[in-house]
């Protein structure tokens, strides 16, 4: 398939040795200094970008009417309004806040933990994400996400980005940053007499490259607005 790399940054020269390796081909790279030429020729197009050029870039791949997978952090306030320009155009979209297959499982290992410690009284949740220095966005999409599926299984209602105050029905979550670090995130539950920790740690960033390929295979062809778990098939 034809590529269109939407940020070429650390994400997108790695998505670029996967896809070719693959047997696909990138006709675009875009970063702030071009424009969006070619990006009509494209089967596909891969947006791994910053949060401020993200609206931009999957507009430009929806109104040019190419399947867009995005996978830059940090702009989900615009989430509804690109659904609704992908639906509108009748496009395709898929975002992830993490492409990787562990991040996938630990997603459903998650919920699977919140939903029996739920059923408990006595423990207290905490998330912690360490990323590299160069990270925009705190706390990670993956972290937003983690405690999403925790609010959608339990008591707590909200998150908070430590320092700040927490309140007995909010998640505190910890952004550490630490030079090169690809990506690590856990949950922990302490009570009185224990705890109980979950941890997904990236080793490099080839499994979330491997990901957004996979992804981006599968979206050519189908029409609308998706996420990881369709290409997965996990948690159905
Ligand atoms: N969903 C996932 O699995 C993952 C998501 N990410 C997210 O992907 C994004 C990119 O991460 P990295 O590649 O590590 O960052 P990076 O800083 O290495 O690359 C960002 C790229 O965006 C480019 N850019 C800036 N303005 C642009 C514009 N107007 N149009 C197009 N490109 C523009 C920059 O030139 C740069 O090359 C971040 O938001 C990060 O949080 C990162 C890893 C995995
Ligand atoms: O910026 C990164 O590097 C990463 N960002 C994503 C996030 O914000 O969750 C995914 C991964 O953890 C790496």
Known sequence: MKIALLGYGKMGQEIEKIATARGHEVILRKTENNNFDGLKNADVAIDFSVPTAAITNISAAINDNVPVVSGTTGWLDDYGAITELCQNKNGAFLYASNFSLGVNIFFELNKKLAQ?????????????????????????????????????????????????????????????RIEKAPGTHSITYTSEVDKISI?????????????AVIAAEWLIGKKGVFSMKDVLGLGN
């Open 199 to 211: 941890e997904h740690e990236a080793f490099s960033r080839q499994g979330f490259a491997l990901g």
């Open 116 to 176: 029996l410690i739920n059923q408990t009284d006595g423990y207290r949740v905490e998330v912690e994400e360490i990323h590299h220095t160069q990270k925009l966005d705190a706390p990670s999409g993956t972290a937003i996400t983690l405690t999403q599926d925790i609010i959608a299984n339990t008591h707590y209602n909200n998150w908070v980005l430590m320092p700040d105050e927490v309140t007995e029905n909010d998640i505190p979550i910890t952004a550490k």
